[in-house]
């Protein structure tokens, strides 16, 4: 049997157990009441997400000339390569260019031993000289043959067999001195120069070998650095306006960038596409020249080539980033003279650096919200701010991602 002092000890530990929780369930209720939805005590206190105007900044739409660009991947070809080979066989004596070097048109390269062609044309030389004693001779005969046929001493067909000699001797000088020629030729193509101004590259053959003018890797290759040539290909949907580009009297710009896009290389022009579209790709070849005295561009580097497609004269341009897209396409939100914003669908075209072409919905003078999107709803209050003043994150979600600010699906 228990005692009246147990059983009061016992109902003062359940009133304290109970009190406890009492006030568990209260602290937990108090605290989840003041947090924002998305679990962050300070949300409803910043951005004027609840209980206030919404902070946005603002850029007016703009009619102005726009250009339309378009990126394509491209490789930079040479206009001129060429594999330098010898013209005549023989052992490589000296060579003259340093491996990686720029040479001029016309530069001495190699030379090759010179001397089994000298006695070639010392030897045509000496022939001639021969040829022509014998022919001084025969004309000598000739003039004698021609008086004693006049006193009827010796036989009419004796002079004329003494006439053809001499053509003979004549025919054999002409045949000598194009041996010589010939043999001159060969003693110049012992000494082996660039065609071109270019970088030479690796050397193919050393010194002290044989080279031969059948060689397949010739003794180097030399490239064209300076112009050089970039070529890409363009969708066959372009083809037409870039063809009328080309066609007309302006230059057709085109800009190389690395493949980041971060650096230009260089700016050159459109020269030509090729003369047929690419039925496997649906592309047609375009080749552009562009100035390269740096060397910034080096053969078959891959790159990123913009070509100017289009110019429109007075477009309607509004900021990239006031351009949303969502489920339905894309939409911008305009600031009404009330402080609060529109919700408008629109249709746009190509983007150029920071703006966006306009083609239906928006008008110049419309002021669109740039910054702030995240956290609109069509007729939602707003406040405008500098765009210095807005938060850093803003700027990032502008037109790359939908928000709060998406229209409903």
Not at 142 to 147: E, F, M, S
Not at 283 to 303: E, H, I, M, R, Y
Not at 305 to 332: E, F, S
Request: hydrophobic share 40%.
């Amino acid at each position: 049997m228990q005692t009246p002092r147990r059983s009061s000890q016992r109902w003062w530990w359940f009133l304290i157990v109970l009190v406890v929780l009492a006030a568990g369930w209260w602290w937990t209720h108090r605290n989840s009441g003041n947090s924002a939805p998305n679990g962050s005590p300070a949300a409803g206190k910043k951005g004027g997400a609840i209980g206030g105007p919404v902070p946005v900044t603002v850029e007016a739409v703009l009619q102005e000339n726009f250009e339309e660009w378009v990126s394509l991947s491209a490789t930079v070809t040479p206009l001129n390569v060429v594999t330098v080979h010898t013209r005549v066989d023989g052992e490589l004596d000296k060579v003259h260019f340093t491996e990686g070097q720029m040479v001029k048109a016309g530069a001495l390269l190699a030379e090759i031993d010179p001397r089994p062609f000298q006695a070639v044309l010392d030897q045509a030389k000496a022939a001639i000289v021969r040829d022509q004693a014998l022919q001084e001779n025969a004309r000598v005969d000739l003039a004698r043959y021609a008086a004693l046929v006049k006193e009827k001493s010796i036989p009419k067909q004796q002079l004329d067999t003494q006439a053809s000699l001499v053509q003979q001797y004549e025919a054999t000088i002409a045949s000598d001195r194009a041996t010589i020629a010939s043999a001159e030729l060969q003693l110049i193509y012992t000494k082996v120069t660039s065609p071109l101004t270019g970088r030479v590259g690796l050397r193919q053959i050393d010194p002290g070998n044989i080279i031969h003018a059948s060689d397949a890797n010739g003794l180097v290759i030399v490239t064209q650095m300076d112009p050089m040539g970039v070529v890409f290909s363009i969708p066959q949907e372009l083809v037409t306006s870039v063809r009328n580009r080309l066609a007309g009297s302006d230059e057709v710009p085109v800009e190389v960038m690395d493949k980041q896009m971060k650096v230009s290389l260089g700016r050159g022009k459109l020269v030509t596409t090729d003369n047929q579209i690419d039925l496997t790709s649906g592309t047609l070849k375009l080749k552009a020249v562009l100035p390269n005295p740096d060397g910034a561009l080096f053969p078959n580097q891959f790159v990123i080539a913009r070509l100017l497609v289009d110019k429109r004269a007075g477009a309607t341009v509004a900021p990239a980033t006031a351009v949303q897209r969502g489920a339905k396409g894309a939409y911008a939100y305009v600031l009404n003279e009330d402080s609060t914003v529109s919700l408008r669908n629109i249709a746009t075209g190509a983007t150029h650096k920071d703006h966006t072409l306009i083609t239906d919905g928006l008008k110049p003078g419309d002021q669109v919200i740039t910054r702030g999107v995240d956290r609109l709803r069509d007729g939602a209050k707003v406040t405008v701010i500098r765009p210095d003043d807005a938060p850093a994150s803003d700027g990032k979600k502008g037109g790359t991602r939908r928000g709060k600010g998406a229209p409903p699906q």
